[in-house]
């Protein structure tokens, strides 16, 4: 069965996206909650069909957008592995692409 993997990297940014949320919302954790699950059922296409995914440059990366959140991933033997969590609203030559 395929399925998503984080990277550590990956996680770590998906972990303080959804603190900052959580900061943003007087402590509760309704919206991350919400966002977790909208990112699983968006996730399961790209799991099952990975070349869904608009092309990153030549390496064979990939990135799907669920709501602000952009997430670009890698095609692996057991399904996609996320690599970097970006939300879209922030200055884009802050973004780091692990690699």
């Given amino acids: 069965m395929r399925t998503m993997i984080l990277s550590p990297q990956a996680e770590a940014e998906l972990e303080e996206i959804l603190a900052y949320f959580e900061k943003q919302n007087a402590g509760s954790n309704r919206y991350a909650v919400y966002l977790l ?3 699983k059922k968006t996730s399961i296409h790209y799991i099952q069909n990975p070349e869904l995914g608009q092309k990153i440059g030549d390496d064979g990366d990939r990135f799907f957008r669920c709501d602000h959140l952009m997430f670009v991933y890698s095609n692996v033997e ?3 592995e996320i690599s970097t ?3 879209g609203r922030r200055d884009p030559k802050t973004l780091k692409l692990s690699r």
């Fill in 78 to 80: 057991n399904g996609i």
């Fill in 37 to 39: 699950d909208k990112i």
């Fill in 85 to 87: 969590v970006w939300d």
